[in-house]
């Protein structure tokens, strides 16, 4: 009886845990696409949003995910029964991609290009100042990969639920029922937050780098970053057995870098658990950090930037 009444207690902190986190989620797009949209950096954000739309790469990124997500759907992955687990897999690898793509694609276009061809100028010419440019900038990026990912993660939703049942027709197996379609489902949703948050600390960095560089050196420095960032446990491992300077390197880079693997949901999809709530409370702080630095360090680079 004692353990029965701890399960329930257990149960119930995750049952409140998560819909904190829901409702944390909940303020946050009220935020970005409500609130924010009253004030002048809100104005440069919606106009970047529109930009960033009518973009073709937003279509081409839209398609291509789409594509592949209904390929990985219905392609064998001949994985001795763990396909569902190797589409969410790949799915979320998909969704994490086409965003990076289109967020640094995003941040050359609106930023660097526009100091390049002088448009920057006209923009600051009127009662808005740099410092309001860049956060315009950063959070009409941030929604513009929202919508590039809603399509995308609506669709994924609804390929693992049908995914789920086909499998099991496939291998002769009891139809599985709506509450085990939708386990599957819910052990996904998590990643779709990390996802969004490693987004948006790439974004960042992007928007830093795109104030002083142009579109190519911002996708290569971003592009190492993101490999980087994903081998920081493996540099923290590897410096403790190594020589004294690869060490420092090692610490270094573990300390300056973002932890990106940290946002990876592999793990998780491969040993069938979901991501505890308060494992994306921190994760969530994290990428408010490196976002934020990014950013600060954004406004240092722009402010005696030469646009004239």
């Known amino acids: 009886m004692e353990s029965l009444l701890v399960f329930s207690a257990e149960n119930a902190d995750l049952t409140v845990q998560w819909w904190i986190t829901g409702i944390g989620v909940l303020i946050y797009f009220v935020i970005l696409f409500g609130v924010v949209s009253y004030s002048q950096a809100g104005v440069i954000a919606k106009a970047t949003t529109k930009e960033a739309i009518r973009q073709p790469v937003f279509m081409l990124l839209m398609a291509l995910g789409l594509v592949l997500l209904l390929l990985n759907t219905f392609l064998p992955f001949f994985s001795m029964g763990d396909d569902v687990k190797m589409l969410m897999d790949c799915g979320l690898a998909t969704i994490l991609i086409c965003s990076l793509l289109l967020a640094v694609w995003s941040a050359s276009t609106s930023i660097a290009d ?138 270094l880079i573990a300390t300056v870098l973002p932890n990106l693997d940290n946002f990876n949901m592999s793990p998780a999809v491969a040993t069938g658990t979901v991501v505890p709530p308060i494992y994306i409370g921190y994760s969530a702080l994290s990428c408010l950090l490196y976002s934020g630095i990014a950013i600060l360090v954004a406004f240092i680079l722009f402010e005696d930037r030469d646009l004239a």
């Not at 990643?191 to 780098?209: D, R």
Request: glycine residues 6%.
């Open 114 to 251: 526009e100091i390049e061809g002088k448009t920057a100028m006209t923009l600051l010419s009127k009662p808005i100042n740099r410092r309001q440019f860049i956060v315009g900038k950063y959070l009409g990026i941030l929604k513009a990969v929202v919508w590039l990912m809603l399509p995308m993660v609506i669709t994924f939703l609804l390929l693992v639920y049908f995914k789920v049942g086909y499998d099991a027709r496939e291998a002769s197996k009891d139809v599985p029922s709506h509450a085990e379609k939708m386990a599957a489902v819910w052990l996904i949703l998590p990643g779709i937050l990390l996802i969004y948050m490693e987004v948006a600390i790439l974004t960042a960095i992007s928007v830093a780098i795109s104030t002083r560089l142009p579109m190519m050196v911002n996708m290569i420095i971003c592009f190492g970053i993101y490999i980087i960032g994903h081998l920081t446990p493996n540099l923290v491992q590897a410096k403790s057995e190594g020589l004294e300077f690869v060490k420092f390197t090692g610490q």
